[in-house]
């Protein structure tokens, strides 16, 4: 493996999700956590899953648009919404799965599912879940 060209850090300190905190090393992350209400917990904070889901969207949606320019394909909107989903194990713990939807326009169908595709094969969230959760992608085009 090659050297990180990055390494984003953060400390989770309190209870963790339910009712700790989380910080980056350099300040610009602080944030309160909690259980949501879907999961017994009182809400009014955010949770690991939308921690995960806003970067894996951000990420996501850059590569979109790297694919996107270095295939000389113009974009003129898009976004990609993020899902991810909690379930119960027969074990008693718990697993994750993933669905991205992206939105974009400029251009047919057919070239959005395929940049679409391009963009899930480079994106690091991608690669890092690929083959350990369910993930399913599509596109709409606006």
């Given at each position: 493996m090659s050297e990180p060209l990055y390494v984003g850090i953060a400390t989770s300190t309190g209870d963790g999700r339910a009712g700790g905190q989380a910080r980056t090393n350099d300040?610009?992350?602080?944030i309160s956590l909690a259980i949501p209400k879907e999961m017994g917990g009182p809400g009014g904070a955010t949770n690991p899953e939308q921690l995960f889901a806003a970067g894996w969207a951000a990420c996501f949606h850059s590569a979109l648009?790297?694919?996107a320019a270095q295939q000389k394909t113009q974009i003129t909107d898009s976004a990609v919404i993020a899902e991810v989903q909690v379930h119960s194990t027969l074990e008693g713990g718990f697993s994750l799965s993933a669905a991205l939807h992206v939105e974009l326009s400029?251009?047919?169908?057919a070239a959005a599912d395929k940049?679409?595709?391009?963009a899930h094969a480079i994106c690091p969230y991608s690669n890092a879940t690929r083959g350990n959760i369910p993930v399913t992608v599509d596109a709409t085009v606006a």
């Amino acid at each position: 493996m090659s050297e990180p060209l990055y390494v984003g850090i953060a400390t989770s300190t309190g209870d963790g999700r339910a009712g700790g905190q989380a910080r980056t090393n350099d300040g610009l992350l602080d944030i309160s956590l909690a259980i949501p209400k879907e999961m017994g917990g009182p809400g009014g904070a955010t949770n690991p899953e939308q921690l995960f889901a806003a970067g894996w969207a951000a990420c996501f949606h850059s590569a979109l648009k790297a694919v996107a320019a270095q295939q000389k394909t113009q974009i003129t909107d898009s976004a990609v919404i993020a899902e991810v989903q909690v379930h119960s194990t027969l074990e008693g713990g718990f697993s994750l799965s993933a669905a991205l939807h992206v939105e974009l326009s400029g251009v047919e169908q057919a070239a959005a599912d395929k940049l679409v595709e391009a963009a899930h094969a480079i994106c690091p969230y991608s690669n890092a879940t690929r083959g350990n959760i369910p993930v399913t992608v599509d596109a709409t085009v606006a």
